[in-house]
């Protein structure tokens, strides 16, 4: 009997390298082989061969297409990454993996929270001036008492001990 290598019909899974645009790595008939092969390549997704349609990745985001309802075509950890690469396709959407929740465009009604940027992503508030949190020489946070502005014009104390 011969190989079923060359099956035609048979659907093939490619392990592709950058969430799924890089290098194919891995290529299998077999979608559980593939995705058991994905964690040996960092930011690696599978995808039907042939076809950008990601099937399976670790990312954060994804893009879809078609409004969401559309095949997944690019992931990524970074919500600007994925936004970046949204907004070159039409009607494409950026969704986070576990919920579903589209992301960007943002859904109509929607308004930034507080503590967002642009792209949505989460920001901690700080209203302390950058140049304040790091004592000269030294990269470290400040640790003056609250209330005390801390003093920059002076070299640090020397070390004793």
Do not use: W
């Amino acid at each position: 009997m011969g190989c079923a290598c060359n099956q035609r019909g048979r659907t093939q899974f490619e392990v592709a390298m950058e969430a799924g645009r890089g290098r194919v790595a891995f290529t299998s008939g077999s979608k559980p082989t593939a995705i058991t092969v994905t964690p040996r390549y960092k930011g690696s997704a599978v995808r039907i061969k042939g076809t950008n349609e990601i099937v399976f990745h670790k990312e954060t985001y994804e893009v879809a297409t078609d409004g969401g309802a559309g095949a997944v075509v690019f992931a990524h950890s970074d919500q600007a990454e994925a936004v970046a690469h949204a907004e070159t396709l039409d009607g494409a959407v950026v969704r986070e993996r576990e919920t579903g929740t589209v992301v960007h465009p943002a859904p109509q009604g929607a308004r930034r929270g507080p503590h967002q940027d642009r792209a949505g992503a989460r920001v901690t508030p700080c209203r302390t001036p950058r140049a304040a949190h790091q004592r000269p020489g030294r990269g470290s946070p400040s640790t003056a008492p609250a209330g005390r502005p801390l003093d920059t014009t002076s070299p640090p104390p020397p070390v004793t001990g």
